[in-house]
């Protein structure tokens, strides 16, 4: 399996661009928010609204911390993006290869062949390992202290 393929036309491999793009504004965006030192809610920097499964059930939901993972660690706090989230940093890394590889390959006219069999089981299976941890940590955490409406007045008076 070759990991690139020549085409005719750079528009043709349009989608690396675009991906290229996306990991830019992840990394742009998480080198201007500052990690927040409890794990979680660094997303609310940007106007989001904080976690619903935080809020209703005081537990994280499998994607809780990735903003704050990936911003430590575009800050060097390693501790704290690996506290955050384990699966940030990784992550992260893979989306800088991938997104480096797309923006080389558009460059040179080449576009990256993510169809075969190894690249699928291996997505497949990061999927599955992602989801398992994160209901895992969703059942085996301590959860959030205080009444949910306690924790939504906190966040919005940040």
Known sequence: MALFEPVQHRKQATGQLTLFAVWLFITVTGAVLH??????????????????????????????????????????????????HPFGPVLYMGLTVWALLGL????????????????TRAMTA????????????AVVSPGFSGKPEQRFVKVLAR
Do not use: E, M, Y
């Open 35 to 84: 990690a927040d030192p409890s794990g979680h809610g660094t997303h609310t920097q940007l106007g989001l609204p904080p976690c619903p499964s935080v809020l209703l059930f005081s537990r994280p939901c499998p994607g809780c911390g990735l903003t704050t993972s990936i911003t430590a660690f575009l800050h060097g706090q390693l501790g704290l993006a690996f506290h955050a």
């Open 126 to 137: 990061f999927v599955v390992v992602f989801f398992v941890f994160g209901i895992v940590r």
């Open 104 to 119: 080389f390959g558009w460059l040179k006219r080449w576009r990256l062949d993510g169809s075969g069999p190894l690249f």
